[in-house]
């Protein structure tokens, strides 16, 4: 919404020529000019109101928040009727994301100016954007009373329907705000007012929704039902829904062969006419001897009448040749289908299923859609048959051998795609399972000679098109992936990312390509590559929902912190834009009538709200700034506060948390025993719950660390004050114990080995976690943090046992990060010799749980060194004022000072380790080496340099970017820290 479209809609004002520039400046988005410019005219012109509105936008595009907000409640305060103001004050609390105070303003405008349309209509869809039904619902009708139009009346109705949706108690819903809905409609049916479609369609959804649906079916076939013209047999549809919920299957069956007679292409009208067939045969239902069969016209109620009809449309289509349309010829497979479960003997009277698919391959074999069309009918052939289908396919597929080379080779696009079906079909029925390695290896080399072949066939595609012979190229990937999971080798990945690389430069619009890219990038730990990957997608809209995960999985723990942050804001973005764009959608379908689109947007945008990826990316994104930020740039303190976090508030929605992830974005032909099961879904979404509440459980324990403050004196343990410092060391407590209880119930269940799928989901972080025992790390510091606590408030002479468990917690932690560095952050990321190569991206998982441990463990020991500085000096102050010279000090110092330098030393070692990492990746001239034994197909070697400089270059910006963050913790960090220490022990 740009300022000056909002703000010209009248130019008769006068003073338009005086704003103009400011709204210029605006438009362009030179802020600053647009607020010395509105300060000119102030001078001159001081009641000018839209002028101070415009200043406002320009400071809150500048930042300037509070200074803008001030003067746009100075304007509303004089509650002004102008419409340049208004327009300008709307736009500028939707910047704000205030919509509720648009309400206000058009409120007061409405006082003002009782009759204005445009007022009123305004004041409604500031409504609309806030939710606020039932003021709606009066706002539609005061609008209706002064201009009476009918859109306005239906508004009214709709924002009842609104109000049932929302309510609470269904009850309510349906004795109440329905039947009034029902009521006002039905006054303006008898007086003959509705006039369009829009006024039918909610009458119907209204009906809908009380459950009456013999009345809506009346309401369809009457004389409002000739309204409903805006979609193709839009009145047809919605007979047949309305037919199905009132079992009246002899309508049904009779309304789907008319409408077969007239589309004989039409899959849905296929299946409601089996559908109805076979509930009419299981209820014995016989036609009436003298009256019609139904309203509809004739039934079909025998099964030799139905492969009647079905053999009458295919003869119907026979004589078109090459224009024959698909439908009847499926609907014979989906019959036999249908019989075959039934368990009858008259599925024999339609032909053999073999037969019918080598027919239909043999029809619409060189279309794409060739393959989805049978895919469904695969479990009519026979298993023992397999392998001669595919035989008798290949034998018709138009094919020759040429001078250059002695595979069989198509002359044309179509027998490119009959081939390709048959690729298709054979990895479907499970053949290339059958096959070896060496096979396997065979069958990629032919695959891609085959892909280059064809490539001939695009060459006049352009950049943005893709290349017709992409799918080779995805079936030697698919089967080079086949090898890897059977081997457990990585040479095959390596391969797979040669040929993608390859094709890719061929067909660089192929979002499969850069998909499969991303995953196997990630599969071998480099990050780097999958940032320009997943750029050069461009994802659009929700697709940051069910995409992003593919980004936002891996960018943290790959180690780089600097893109996930980015990624995580890019993500976030879209999300908090979600709310104030649905609204726009709600208030666009109210004015132009489309009434059963607003409960979608409604349920849309509480899907997005409700999206595990957003609350996953929402807690991350917080936990890096954490990681990335806190006590470096600013203190821990500060940092939690301008997060606005509070420890006690869990605002995730866990029991409607949605998954929407698109896991089979990538193409498959994979058996269906090796496809992605409903089973291995829920089974993800419940690991990644887990691991959104291991996340959040940490986020809320940082925040309660940040908030538990200390003082000087001493506090009574016993006494709990409301929302103080003991009511804050509960909520310590009691996150700890859910921590525990979590990680506790997870390490006791059975590890399952995740077989990766091509369509399936990435392994959730929380198995590399418990293995890496990072959680027992942080876990026990966060108890070290209860302990000190206790020492503080019960002091140094009633607390001997505590300070010699915290002195031993100290020692304990420091052997427990040892132990998490020892056992699993060392070794080589990458080795390479003359016959493979083999990386360990686990390692790059494990030192980011280290450092992101490191970061918590250095903040619990700023709380320690805050409490022990005090009690250091109330204690010498004591032993001084007695005169005691020669004092045995508490273990508790000694022990924190031990701790601190020990801590020191490990990090030294952490960021000595890293630098190691990143010379011994240097000089492995990694771009250099060639491998013995794999295949060299022509021109894989050079993409195989690509591939291999670029996982170098992101395991070294991986390396660097935690040694970075280290070392500012070592330096920056160690500062303060070491202050405490100076001063207390």
Request: net charge neutral.
């Amino acid at each position: 919404h740009r300022v000056i479209m909002a703000a010209r809609s009248h130019v008769q004002d006068p003073n338009d020529r005086r704003l103009r520039p400011i709204y210029d400046y605006l438009d362009n988005g030179n802020n600053k000019m647009a607020i010395q410019q509105a300060d000119k005219l102030l001078k001159k012109h001081k009641d000018l109101h839209c002028a101070k509105v415009l200043k406002a936008i320009g400071l809150q595009r500048t930042g300037k928040q509070e200074e803008a907000f001030t003067l746009a409640q100075e304007v509303a305060a004089l509650e002004p009727t102008d419409d340049n103001s208004l327009q300008a004050l709307t736009i500028l609390y939707r910047e704000m994301h205030r919509p509720e105070l648009v309400t206000k303003l058009y409120e007061a405008a409405v006082r003002k100016v009782p009759n204005s349309e445009e007022y009123h209509s305004h004041l409604f869809m500031a409504y609309a954007r806030v939710g606020e039904y039932k003021k709606m619902q009066q706002a539609g009708m005061a609008l209706y009373k002064i201009v009476p139009k009918n859109p306005y009346y239906f508004w009214s109705v709709m924002s009842l329907v609104m109000q049932s949706i929302s309510a609470q108690d269904e009850k309510l819903s349906k004795t109440m705000f329905l039947p009034l809905a029902q009521r006002m409609v039905e006054k303006m049916v008898k007086e003959d007012k509705i006039e369009a479609e829009a006024e039918v369609q909610l009458y119907l959804m209204i009906l809908e929704r009380l459950g009456k649906d013999l009345e809506g079916l009346e309401v369809i076939r009457g004389k409002l039902g000739e309204k409903l013209t805006s979609e193709l047999q839009s009145r047809e549809m919605k007979c047949m829904v309305l037919y199905k919920k009132l079992i009246k299957w002899p309508e049904c069956n009779a309304l789907s062969r008319k409408l077969l007679l007239n589309n004989p292409d039409d899959w849905q009208f296929y299946l409601s006419y089996f559908d109805s067939l076979f509930h009419l045969i299981d209820a014995a239902w016989t036609p009436p001897t003298e009256a019609e069969h139904s309203l509809e016209g004739p039934v079909t109620c025998l099964v030799q009448e139905a492969i009647n009809f079905v053999e009458e449309r295919i003869l119907h289509e026979e004589p078109k040749g090459s224009r024959r349309l698909r439908g009847p010829y499926l609907a014979k497979l989906e019959l036999i289908r249908r019989l075959r479960a039934r368990g009858t003997n008259d599925e024999y009277r339609l032909g053999i299923p073999e037969e019918l698919m080598f027919q239909y391959f043999e029809r619409f074999g060189d279309k794409p859609c060739c393959y989805s069309d049978l895919r469904i009918f695969v479990d009519l052939l026979s298993p023992e048959r397999h392998t001669q289908f595919i035989n008798k396919l290949m034998e018709v597929v138009p094919m020759s051998v040429s001078s250059e080379s002695d595979l069989a080779l198509p002359g044309d696009i179509k027998a490119m795609q009959r081939h390709m079906f048959v690729i298709q079909f054979a990895r479907l029925l499970g053949l290339h399972e059958a096959l070896d390695q060496e096979q396997k290896l065979s069958l990629v080399e032919e695959l891609m000679q085959r892909y280059k072949h064809a490539l001939e066939f695009g060459k006049s595609c352009l950049k943005t098109e893709l290349q017709f012979s992409d799918n080779y190229c995805l079936f030697a990937v698919h089967l080079l992936l086949d090898i890897w999971r059977q081997s457990g080798e990585e040479g095959p990945l390596w391969q797979s990312l040669a040929l993608l690389e390859e094709t890719l430069s061929n067909s660089p619009s192929s979002a499969q390509f850069k998909l499969l890219l991303i995953r196997i990038y990630c599969l071998l730990g480099a990050f780097e590559p999958v940032v320009d990957l997943y750029t050069s997608l461009d994802a659009k809209h929700v697709q940051h929902d069910t995409i992003g995960y593919l980004l936002t999985r891996y960018a943290e723990p790959l180690g780089h912190l600097a893109a996930a942050s980015q990624a995580c804001n890019f993500t976030l973005r879209f999300f908090h834009s979600n709310q104030k764009d649905t609204s726009e959608y709600i208030i666009q379908a109210y004015k132009y009538g489309a009434f059963e689109k607003i409960p979608e947007f409604i349920a849309f945008r509480n899907r997005l709200n409700n999206s595990l990826h957003f609350a996953q990316v929402r807690i991350e994104r917080m936990l890096l700034d954490l990681f990335l930020e806190a006590n470096v740039t600013q203190s821990l303190e500060e940092s939690i506060k301008s997060m606005g976090l509070c420890p006690d508030e869990d605002d995730i929605p866990w029991d409607n948390l949605r998954d929407n992830r698109d896991l089979t974005v990538l193409f498959s032909w994979d058996p269906k025993g090796s496809e992605l099961t409903e089973g291995q879904r829920e089974t993800s979404m419940k690991e990644e719950r887990t691991w959104l509440q291991i996340r959040s459980l940490t986020l809320r324990l940082v925040c309660a660390l940040a908030t538990i403050s200390h003082t000087v004196e001493q506090k009574n343990s016993n006494r709990t004050t409301e929302n103080g410092v003991a009511s804050k060391i509960d909520t310590l407590r009691y996150l700890i114990q859910q921590l525990e209880c979590i990680v506790q119930t997870e390490k006791k269940k059975d590890k399952q080995v995740v077989q990766f799928l091509v369509q399936g989901s990435p392994p959730a972080r929380m198995i590399t976690y418990l293995e890496s025992t990072s959680c027992w790390c942080q876990i026990n510091a966060f108890h070290l943090v209860i302990d000190v606590y206790e020492l503080d408030a019960s002091g140094l002479e009633e607390t001997l046992d505590v300070q010699n468990r915290i002195a031993n917690d100290f020692k304990s932690l420091l052997g427990q990060l040892q132990d998490l560095f020892n056992n699993k952050c060392k070794g080589s990321l990458l080795e390479a010799n003359k016959t493979n190569y083999t990386t360990r991206p686990e390692l790059l998982e494990n030192l980011v749980f280290l450092v992101e441990t490191v970061c918590i463990i250095l903040w619990v020991s700023y709380y320690c060194g805050n409490v022990l500085r005090p009690l250091k000096s109330s204690l010498q102050k004591k032993k001084k004022k007695k005169k005691e010279i020669n004092f045995a000090m508490p273990i508790v110092f000694s022990g924190f000072q031990d701790y601190v330098a020990g801590l020191q030393n490990f990090l030294s070692d952490v960021v000595y380790h890293i630098k190691e990492l990143e010379s011994a990746l240097t000089a492995l001239k990694f771009e250099e080496l060639t491998m013995d034994g794999h295949s060299a197909i022509e021109g894989e070697q050079k993409f195989s340099r690509v591939v291999r400089g670029k996982i170098q270059s992101s395991y070294l910006r991986s390396l660097q970017e935690m040694g970075k963050i280290l070392r500012k913790r070592l330096v920056t960090s160690w500062r303060r820290l070491m202050s405490k220490i100076d001063h207390s022990c």
